[in-house]
Each structure stands twice: as structure tokens, then as C-alpha cells.
């Protein structure tokens, strides 16, 4: 199986918008029946996880820029390697198995010419050899960064590679010829190298190329999604919540200062989704998390489902995989505990038609009052085992700013409602 891997680092101009785009046009353009294995190293994930279409594993280190890729010259990755290593910001234009067959010898360490400086390397397109001295040489030489330089600077001064991708092909284009813009997609064009600003969502607002390559699967394989996010204040992370929404979904954004249910219950009005997932201005949807949880849904025949979390703790920086105790609990079970985890779960449309909406006035526990209430009716609860969110834990959560005697009076009022 041939193996491609992508680098995500938090905090800069990518988000987990660019790894959805970029998995999906290199799955849906792959024309033989056995798809790639396809990682992403990435610094939100605190171990390795399968999510399906791809693998993430952890970024270890917070190196600005290019400096974080170094880890792909690490001994750790040997296990993966062979593999191709393709910048976030890259347009895959043809199946990326024209890349593959370009190479006639697995053994060569394979990288871009630099478009402007011609006899130097590039490093937004890479073929990684196993067992490689070439390699072993980069990370063997690391010291840390050098100030003011991208790490292509580090590896031309370390290693030559065997070949350049343009001396193997001609259908890889520059993004930025002569400094101007790709405006028009060459028609030999298979994959285009997009190499800095713009970046291609910014790109796909005024060229048309670009837009129609951003947009080309939004309407294949899509379930109807709505996404609503209800929150009275920004508390600093309203944006890296609204991007981690999948593009092809309806989000519905409202604001209000009388409670969450309330801005929920006027967002579920808006919606026009066949599955409804709400999500907090201060959390985050995982890649996977919208196809995963519609899977799950579907193929268990169930009303809802919950999964697993990330939980970060803001004050450390700690990340901790959250995991269910209770697959597929029943009534009784949730009355005793409540053992899913608010920030994983997802409902069909339909289950809101038949419970009603969030209950308005509960000053806590209103995904919990409602996660009972659909049981107590009936309605069939599944469970994903896949991370579906990252959940931050801070100060400022209302959980943890509301009165834990109010909180506790709460809960037993919900639980013996569904006695």
C-alpha cells in the first residue's frame, strides 16, 4: 500500500479545513480500488488514531513554520517510510498515483526544484526512502532552527537529492510563475504547488480555478449537516470552532445573553440538515467528526450517537483522550451516570421533531436533561469510536463557574423526572 503524509500544525495559517481537502480529493481521484494509507502528523492528537480515510499521529514538537516537518527525518518514522510527504497547500489536479509512478527507484530521495533558485531543493513535495543514510544524515545534523531561515535552508546546506520531480515530469505547475499567479490551470496540469500566500481558500475567492477545485466535492457522498453554535460571548476561540466546521455543512451561528438552549433552539429553526450537531464557541470538531458520526448513525440505525473526546486542559497544555465507560448505555444507566460526553454528540433531525428542542431555563445540564428525555421517549442512542471533538477545559466554563450545590440540585431534578 502506498503512503502519503501531511503535516498539521496549530496556531498558523492551516487548519483542519485544509487536511479535509486535501484527503478528499486524493481519495476521490485515486483510481486503483486500494486506497492509500494516508497520516497526518498533527499537534492536537496525543497519540496515534485511525479516523478511517486517515491516520493521525502526534506532531511532537512546536517549531515554527517549516521547522516542525523535521520530524519526518526522524528514526520514529521509519516504520511509515517509504512514503510522500505533500505540502497542505498543494492542488491535487489528477490522482496523486502520477506522482507514485514517477518513481523508478524506491531508494532515491526525490524533492521539488525550488522554483525561483534553480539547483536547490524544495520541500513541499518529498518522496522518503526507507532506510536511508541521506536521512539519517538530516536528522543526525539537527540542531535547531536558524533564525530568520526556513528549514530548506538547514537541508540544502545537508543533503542533496537524487533527483528533482521536474526533471521526472512536466505536469507539476508552480502556483506563483514569474510571481504572478496561476490564473488559468494548464491543461497537462496534475498537481499544482501553491508554496505560501495566498493560501488556497483565500485563492478560491477570486480565481476561478482555484474555487471550482475547493468546491469540486461538496456535493458528492455529503449527508445534510447542520451545525449550530450558540454562545453569549467570545471567549477567545469563537474562530478556531467556526473553522473547524467542514465547509459543505450549514453552520448557524447565534448570539444571545438568555442561555444557550434558547440560542440553540433558535438555530434548530434555521436548520435544514437531515443530522443536527451543536458545538461550543470554545470546542472544536475533530476531521472526522461529521462523516463518522452521519457512519455511526446510519449503519447502527440508531436516533443519536455519542464517541470519544479530546480533552485540553488550557492551564497545562495536557491533552487527554476521553473515552465512554458506557458504549450503549441504557435509561437507567444514564439516570445513575451520565457517561456521554456532551461535546461528541450528534442527532437526526427527526429526534428534535419528536422530543421537542433543549429545555429553556436550566441554568446546567441541558444536554443531559435532553439525552434523557429522547431515551425516556424511546429513541435509540449508538456510540462512534472515533475521536469527535476537542473539548477545552478552562476557567471560564460554565460548569465550572456555576455553583456546584446549584448544579448537584439540578441533576437530581432532571433524574428523577425520567425515574
Known amino acids: 500500500m502506498r503512503t502519503i503524509v501531511l503535516v498539521l500544525r496549530s496556531g498558523g495559517d492551516f487548519s483542519i479545513n ?16 486500494v486506497k492509500p494509507n494516508i497520516i497526518c502528523l498533527w499537534d492536537n492528537a496525543s497519540e ?19 521547522w516542525s516537518r523535521i520530524q519526518l527525518y526522524s528514526p520514529e518514522m521509519e516504520k511509515y517510510r517509504p512514503f510522500l510527504y505533500v505540502d497542505l497547500d498543494t492542488a491535487i489536479i489528477d490522482s496523486l498515483e502520477n506522482i507514485f509512478d514517477l518513481i523508478k527507484n524506491e531508494n532515491h530521495f526525490i524533492t521539488l526544484e525550488d522554483f525561483y533558485q534553480k539547483g536547490t531543493l524544495a520541500t513541499g513535495l518529498v ?12 536528522w543526525k545534523n539537527w540542531k535547531g532552527i536558524v533564525t530568520g531561515r526556513r528549514m530548506d535552508y538547514f537541508l540544502r546546506k545537508h543533503i542533496k537529492p537524487d533527483t528533482f520531480w521536474q526533471n521526472l515530469t512536466n505536469f507539476i505547475f508552480d502556483f506563483k510563475p514569474n510571481k504572478k499567479v496561476l490564473t488559468q490551470l494548464p491543461i497537462d496540469a496534475k498537481l499544482v504547488c501553491l508554496h505560501g500566500k495566498p493560501r488556497i481558500f483565500e485563492a478560491a475567492t477570486y480565481i476561478e ?5 475547493v468546491h469540486e466535492y461538496d456535493n458528492i457522498d455529503k449527508p445534510k449537516v447542520s451545525v449550530i453554535i450558540s454562545y453569549k460571548e467570545d471567549r477567545g476561540w469563537l474562530q478556531e470552532a467556526i473553522n473547524s466546521v467542514p465547509k459543505w455543512c450549514q453552520l448557524i451561528v447565534t448570539q444571545g445573553n438568555e442561555g444557550w438552549s434558547k440560542g440553540f433552539n433558535e438555530g434548530l429553526e434555521q436548520a435544514t440538515g437531515d443530522y443536527i450537531k451543536y458545538l461550543h464557541e470554545d470546542d472544536m470538531l475533530s476531521e472526522n467528526c461529521i462523516l463518522d458520526s452521519v457512519k455511526a448513525i446510519e449503519d447502527q440505525k440508531v436516533d443519536f450517537i455519542h464517541g470519544n473526546v479530546i480533552e485540553l486542559v488550557m492551564k497545562t497544555g495536557n491533552k487527554n483522550i476521553w473515552v465512554t465507560k458506557n458504549e450503549f448505555p441504557k435509561l437507567q444507566d444514564m439516570i445513575k451516570k451520565n457517561t456521554m460526553h456532551s ?24 444536554d443531559y436533561e435532553f439525552n434523557l428525555r429522547c431515551m425516556y421517549n424511546g429513541l435509540k442512542v449508538g456510540y462512534c469510536n472515533s475521536i469527535l471533538a476537542i473539548y477545552r477545559r478552562h476557567g471560564n466554563q460554565k460548569v465550572r463557574t456555576t455553583d456546584t450545590k446549584l448544579q448537584a440540585k439540578i441533576r437530581d431534578e432532571i433524574r428523577n423526572k425520567y425515574k
Open 18 to 33: 485544509d487536511v479535509i481537502l486535501i484527503t478528499t480529493h486524493i481519495i476521490n481521484k485515486w483510481k486503483d480500488s
Open 127 to 138: 518522496w522518503f526512502p526507507s532506510n536511508s543514510e541521506k536521512i539519517s544524515k538530516v
Open 48 to 66: 496515534e488514531y485511525d479516523l478511517g480515510n486517515i491516520k493521525f499521529i502526534p506532531l511532537k514538537n512546536n517549531l515554527p513554520g517549516t
Open 343 to 366: 461535546a461528541s454528540m450528534m442527532y437526526r433531525k427527526s429526534v428534535f421533531d419528536k422530543v421537542g428542542g433543549m429545555q429553556v431555563g436550566l441554568d446546567s445540564s441541558e
Open 209 to 213: 480555478w482555484v474555487n471550482k477545485y
